[in-house]
């Protein structure tokens, strides 16, 4: 009777024990908790402009009870693996690339603190008709970035690819964070700059569809419009020198099949692009004199992006073929 009794206390302790962590293994991630506090305090962080010549981007305009889900978890819930993303326009008339990004958002649970291998990574895309698009640069940076493990973190970005000025493209930045340390969310803001921030769960686990990059209104999330964010540029060395800007001219622009550069100066190369920022064609102009002529018959109408480079610096025009 004893060791029947003995035998019994110990299979209810295992199965208490299994169902406790069977418990936890179901625990499932909430795409935007109301449970989390409001924080008045949230604001954007009005970063410098890194060097000075060129405005930041900003979404500063807090939204009261906004948030959304942008996490990579850990194995046993790949399902709810997502992603958010906001679009934003490259300032100036030339070239720039981002020199810092500041990110609003908040945790339920521990945190960054409370997974040693926890990441932020950081990823840029063209615009693909008011959706991201290609990935044209990723940065992984550590949990401890985010030195007070509040939320909230400033990315130094050690890279990233020259973006055109007047050029819209968007930027995603997802937590990598085992469940053990909760959620992060990104805060959302009502600025109403651009396209609505977008939003994916390639699996499906969050049951709101969105597969793919959707914008946040397809997916039932919160209201934005937009992603609390502030991204400083730095100006690209050389480019919009003023002495090259009336040294070459471009005509006629608009053009139909061709159109002729000019110029009294050395120079080096033509590179056209489209508004998304790829590369549609490369030019030699290392043998040219004073004039050349470009040809674009093959181009569709719209407008391109024209790129010239001297040991001066260089220059960007916009075209348009009709």
Known sequence: MKIATITFVLCAILTISMSG???????????????????????AS???SCNGTLPNYTNGTTSISGRVASQDFDLNYNAYDCQAADDFEAPGIGESTICKVSVIGRFSGGGFAADPS????????????????TIIYTENFPGTIDDNNDG???????GGPELMGGTTYWIGVQAILNINGGQW????????????????????????????????TNCSLSPGPDLMMDISFNESLGTNSNSLETAVKIYPNPANNQFT????????????YDLSGRLINNVDLSEMK??????????????????VNSDQGSIVKNLLKQ
């Open 118 to 133: 926890s990441e932020i990574v950081v990823e840029l895309f063209v615009d693909d008709g008011g959706l991201p698009g």
């Open 21 to 43: 962590q069977k418990a936890k293994k179901n625990i499932a991630p909430i795409v935007s908790s109301s449970e989390l506090t409001y924080n008045s305090k949230v604001s």
């Open 152 to 158: 909230d973190f400033i990315l130094g970005l050690t």
């Open 46 to 48: 009005n970063l410098a």
């Open 290 to 307: 004073n004039e050349k002529t470009i040809d674009i018959s093959s181009l569709t109408s719209g407008v391109y992006i024209v790129r």
């Open 185 to 216: 969310y990104w805060d959302t803001a009502t600025d109403g700059n651009g396209n609505p921030y977008a939003w994916q769960n390639p699996l499906g686990g969050f049951g709101l569809g969105c597969f793919t990059w959707s914008p946040h």
């Open 261 to 272: 550069l000019q110029t009294e100066v050395s120079l080096e190369k033509l590179t056209i």
